[in-house]
C-alpha cells in the first residue's frame, strides 16, 4: 500500500515538473519555444497534425519540425492518433494528436445571476460543466470568497480526475479588467487589495495559475473559437445580459487597447435621460439598452398601472431576473415583449454605428437577453442595422446570436485559460 502511494506520489511530481519544463521553453523566445507554441496553436485549432503542416505553415524544414514532436512526444503532451497512406511507396506518414487526459483548463463565468464553471481538455472539449442559477452577484469581499469555495468545491468534486491535471483557470468578471497585470479597475478592486492583483490572490487561494478577463472579451474569443476563423476573422461580439458590452475581434486577435479596457460600449454617452449609469455618468447606452434597464422600466411601468404577469413578484418585493422577463415575454406579456422588442431596436440602432466604424465581417449576439425569441429580439435588431447603417457596409454581414448560448461564457473562459498557460492568446 505505501510502496503503491509512493509510485503514484513520484508520477505526480514526475508530470508536475514536465508541465513547468514545458510552461518554460513555451514562454522561451527561441525557436524551442516558437515552434512548440506553433505546434499547440495547430492542435488547438484543428484537433491533430501531420508533420508537413506545421512545417508549411512555419516555414521550418521537416527535420525541426519533427525533433520538437519528438520532444512533445518523450514530455507526454503529443501522442500518435494514426499512420496515413502515402500516395507513394514510401513509409506510412504520422498524423498527431493530444493525449487528452494530460492537462485541463477550467473556466468560472460570473454573472449576475449565474455563476458557472466548466473544464475543457487541451483539444478544447468540455469534459464537465456546473451552472448555477441560485447565484446572486455582490461586489464584496464575501461574495469573493464564497466564489473561491465554490471554485474549491468544483474541483475537489470532480469524479475520476486528478486535480493537479488542472494546469490554469480563468475567472471572467465583468467591467474594467487589464487581464495583462491581472488587476480589476471595478469588481473586488478592495482597498485592503490594492497592493496585490487580484488575480495573484486567486492564484494563491486557489494553489494554481488564476487569470482574469473581461466576461465579454471572453465571450467574444470563445465564439471566435468555435467559427470557421479563415471566413469570419474580424467579428464584433455585442453581450447584451444585465449590461452592455463589447468584445472586438481584429485579424482573429482580441482588440484590448492600451489598458485592456476597450469595450465599454454600454459606456457611451448617448441619451439625455438623466439616469444615473452604475459607472457614475449619466445618460450611458446601458442605461436604456440592457437587462437591468428593462428591469427599471418594467418596475416603473407595473407600479404604475400596467399589467404583467411579473406583476404579482414585483409587487411582493421578489427578485427579478432577465430569464425571468424573457420567459414571461415567451408566456406572450405584452409589457415584457414590448420592453424586450424596444431595446433591440435600439441596440440595432447602435450596432449600425459599430458597422460603419468597423466594416466587421461578422456580428454576434450574446448575453441572456440574446436567448429570447427571435421575433422580439433578433429580427427587430436587424431591421434597425439594416435601417441605420450605410447598406455597402452591412449588405454581406451576418448578424446572429451565439453559436454555444449560454454557455458562451464560460466555454470562453475555459478558451482563455487554455491559450494563456501556453502564450497563445
Known amino acids: 500500500m505505501l510502496f503503491t502511494f509512493f509510485i503514484i506520489h513520484l508520477r505526480k511530481r514526475k508530470e508536475k515538473t514536465m508541465l513547468n519544463k514545458l510552461r518554460a521553453e513555451l514562454n522561451n523566445k527561441g525557436i524551442s519555444g516558437i515552434v512548440k507554441t506553433n505546434i499547440l496553436k495547430h492542435i488547438m485549432k484543428n484537433g491533430s497534425f501531420m508533420i508537413p503542416e506545421i512545417a508549411e ?3 521550418y524544414s521537416l527535420t525541426t519540425i519533427a525533433k520538437y514532436v519528438n520532444e512533445l512526444q518523450e514530455q507526454g503532451t503529443v501522442i500518435e492518433l494514426e499512420h496515413v497512406a502515402s500516395h507513394g511507396k514510401g513509409r506510412r506518414a504520422v498524423r498527431y494528436g493530444i493525449s487528452l487526459n494530460s492537462y485541463y483548463f477550467m473556466g468560472v463565468d460570473i454573472k449576475t445571476f449565474e455563476l458557472n464553471m466548466a473544464l475543457m481538455d487541451l483539444t478544447g472539449n468540455i469534459v464537465h460543466i ?8 455582490e461586489n464584496t469581499r464575501n461574495k469573493l470568497e464564497e466564489i473561491c469555495d465554490e471554485t474549491k468545491k468544483f474541483i475537489d468534486n470532480l469524479p475520476d480526475m486528478d486535480p493537479e491535471k488542472i494546469v490554469s483557470i480563468n475567472m471572467n468578471i465583468s467591467g474594467r479588467v487589464d487581464s495583462l497585470s ?3 479597475a471595478s469588481v473586488f478592486n478592495f482597498e485592503d487589495m490594492q497592493t496585490t492583483p487580484l488575480a495573484e490572490f486567486l492564484s494563491e487561494k486557489l494553489g494554481r495559475a488564476v487569470f482574469i478577463e473581461n466576461d465579454t472579451k471572453a465571450m467574444a474569443y470563445g465564439e471566435y473559437m468555435s467559427l470557421p476563423r479563415q471566413k469570419y476573422e474580424n ?3 455585442v453581450n447584451i445580459g444585465w449590461g ?3 468584445g472586438i475581434i481584429i485579424k482573429g486577435e482580441l482588440y484590448y487597447g492600451k489598458n485592456g479596457y476597450s469595450g465599454e460600449f ?6 439625455e435621460n438623466n439616469v444615473l449609469c452604475h459607472c457614475g455618468k449619466i445618460g450611458c447606452l446601458e442605461t436604456e439598452v440592457s437587462g437591468n434597464a428593462i428591469h427599471r422600466k418594467l418596475i416603473q411601468k ?3 398601472g400596467e399589467s404583467s404577469l411579473l406583476a404579482g413578484k414585483v409587487n411582493k418585493g421578489m427578485r427579478i431576473s432577465t430569464d425571468d422577463i424573457i ?3 415567451e408566456d406572450e406579456d405584452p409589457l415584457c415583449i414590448d420592453l424586450i422588442s424596444q431595446t433591440a431596436t435600439e441596440l440595432g440602432h447602435q450596432i449600425a454605428a459599430l458597422i460603419n466604424l468597423f466594416n466587421p465581417n461578422l456580428i454576434v449576439i450574446g448575453g441572456n437577453l440574446s436567448m429570447a425569441s427571435p421575433y422580439y429580439f433578433l429580427q427587430p435588431l436587424q431591421i434597425a442595422v439594416r435601417k441605420y447603417s450605410l447598406k455597402l457596409m452591412c449588405q454581406d454581414v451576418p448578424i446572429v446570436t451565439a453559436k454555444l448560448g449560454k454557455d458562451t461564457g464560460v466555454i470562453g473562459a475555459c478558451m482563455i485559460a487554455r491559450s494563456k498557460i501556453f502564450n497563445t492568446l
Open 266 to 271: 454600454g459606456h457611451v454617452n448617448v441619451f
Open 130 to 137: 456546473q451552472r448555477n442559477n441560485k447565484f446572486v452577484f
Open 57 to 59: 505553415s512555419t516555414g
Open 327 to 329: 420567459e414571461a415575454a
Open 244 to 246: 452592455l458590452g463589447l
Open 302 to 304: 407595473i407600479n404604475e
Open 235 to 237: 467579428i464584433l461580439f
Open 182 to 184: 491581472g488587476t480589476s
